[in-house]
């Protein structure tokens, strides 16, 4: 392990190195001089958890933040990079975890915005950046149509005219955001085909992710940052995925979810040909049936936007039901309010947290209240009994491990872990019969969701009844005992989870129904 700026005697010029990199907000020390080096050629892995400063670094390095200590090097020549044209005119890309194309125009308009090229000095010369635009993506191995409206594509596709409007512009250097977050299995490995390509050309690629399986795959070399502070650069060959996570969180972290067979039970949520509509009155959810027991978690895998979130809005009262029918514990709960759906002995983790999870304002002991504040022993009469509730919080608190300096600080000064945990407490912590858990652990820590992970795991085991929406496969084929996939609004499968693979949950995903089935037939 080294410390990220020591280079072997012999070797060259790294194409990018920062000396001394600090950042600093008010209250928070972001980046805490980091030295770090990328050589050309090579995919340098970029771990930490939420917060570590992966990000607050990368935007340094792309001109988006300004350091406040530091320089940066660019072939060994010393480099001012104030805003993304800079950065751009020094041969660096970005590709953004959320991908910045206009839906609307083709490709290859988007391709072209900002430096565009004219016949005539007059009209837009379309056909020549369409030529160039073929050009690399043969050479790259970046297979998409320039032509094709945006919108129209599947995520793999968008992504690839994101590669590519990068280096349309002349990039030898990409920083690549949590590129596989929204991509099928399938579309991963085809990513890092692609990535392989490109350092083989000469390309150097720094790869940002939380997924140390991923990073193990592909990635040359893996620096690690938490706190704001750089602990070590190091090799998948020299390092264990535990080895990792225990330099990301500062402690052991065990990465297996320990679980025993499940034993389900009575159905306890049953769904039958649910249709619900989103914002723009598409049909989201579209004809979608299914139980789940007692003592099971039935887990819902998919690519992001195929009617995950529709369906938990509905499940849960948030979002009007256009067709179909839910019961809960045989109780009719098509378009009940929310409260209705909780009273029957249901419990919700959102996916937006701070949309649907916490009143930000509000602090730690009145958030962990919110779901039964109207409840004994929180209500006398018309009052508040603050002494039961402050009691309240200060047990869940310590049960869960909440970091908070008290329990009356507001819910916006925590981590975004700890918010996540303030609404695992309160969800968890009440005499329950079924949870939804729609991401749990998006956007937080290795130890946060090894400790959410066994929480739901606990929950299945006292009888209650899981759904797990997660677009992490990861996360769903370690928690599900059977797994739903949805595409297009539709649950094109439910595997066992026992024997479902990750080659056949890919398929599923992208909609290949036959050629998944082909993969858990048995052999003649």
Do not use: W
């Amino acid at each position: 392990m080294t410390d990220g700026s020591t280079r072997p005697a012999g070797r060259a010029e790294p194409v990018l190195r920062v000396e001394g990199i600090t950042k600093r907000f008010p209250g928070v020390l972001a980046n805490d001089h980091i030295s770090l080096e990328l050589h050309r050629g090579e995919v340098l892995g970029m771990l930490g958890e939420n917060g570590a400063g992966k990000s607050t670094l990368m935007n340094i390095i792309y001109g988006l933040y300004t350091p406040d200590e530091g320089e940066i090097f660019i072939n060994g020549a010393r480099v001012e990079i104030h805003e993304p044209n800079d950065a751009i005119r020094h041969g660096i890309g970005m590709v953004h975890q959320h991908f910045m194309l206009v839906p609307i125009l083709s490709v290859a308009e988007n391709i072209m915005l900002g430096v565009e090229q004219t016949r005539n000095r007059l009209f837009l010369d379309e056909e020549r950046v369409i030529a160039d635009i073929e050009k690399l993506a043969a050479q790259h191995g970046l297979e998409v149509d320039p032509r094709a409206i945006v919108e129209d594509l599947p995520v793999g596709d968008q992504q690839r005219a994101e590669i590519i409007k990068a280096l349309y512009r002349g990039a030898e250097i990409l920083i690549l955001d949590e590129p596989t977050a929204v991509l099928t299995p399938q579309e991963a490995d085809d990513l890092f085909v692609i990535m392989r390509s490109l350092t083989a050309q000469g390309k150097s690629i720094i790869f940002i992710t939380h997924k140390l399986r991923e990073v193990m795959d592909v990635a040359d070399r893996i620096a690690v940052l938490r706190g704001g502070q750089l602990v070590g650069v190091t090799t998948p060959a020299e390092t264990t995925r535990e080895e990792l996570a225990t330099m990301m969180v500062g402690r052991e972290v065990l990465l297996r979810v320990e679980k025993k067979p499940a034993t389900p039970g009575e159905v306890v949520m049953q769904v039958r040909d649910l249709r619900v509509r989103d914002e723009r009155h598409h049909m989201a959810v579209d004809g979608v049936s299914f139980d789940v027991r007692a003592g099971e978690v039935l887990g819902v895998a998919g690519v992001q936007g195929n009617g995950q979130r529709e369906l938990v809005e509905a499940l849960t009262g948030l979002r009007a039901i256009e067709a179909g029918q839910i019961k809960i514990l045989g109780i009719d709960t098509t378009n009940a309010p929310p409260r209705a759906i909780t009273e029957i002995g249901s419990a919700h983790v959102p996916e937006d947290r701070h949309k649907h999870g916490v009143v930000l304002g509000y602090p730690v002991e009145d958030n962990l209240a919110l779901v039964t504040y109207h409840k004994s022993p929180f209500t006398q009469g018309f009052m508040l009994n603050t002494k039961a509730i402050e009691a309240y919080a200060r047990r869940l608190v310590e049960d869960f491990d909440i970091r908070t300096p008290s329990i009356e600080t507001p819910v916006s000064s925590l981590s975004g872990g700890n918010q996540q945990k303030l609404i695992v407490a309160r969800e968890f912590s009440r005499d329950v019969k079924l949870l939804i858990a729609a991401q749990p652990t998006r956007g937080i820590d290795v130890g946060s969701i090894e400790f959410i992970h066994n929480n739901i795991i606990a929950q299945r085991d006292a009888g209650v009844a899981v759904l797990l929406i997660s677009a992490e496969l990861d996360e769903i084929m370690a928690l599900s005992d059977r797994i739903a996939v949805m595409y297009k609004g539709q649950i094109v499968g439910i595997v066992d989870a026992a024997t479902a693979t990750r080659e056949q949950l890919g398929l599923l995903m992208c909609g290949a129904v036959e050629d998944a089935e082909l993969l858990s037939a048995p052999a003649d």
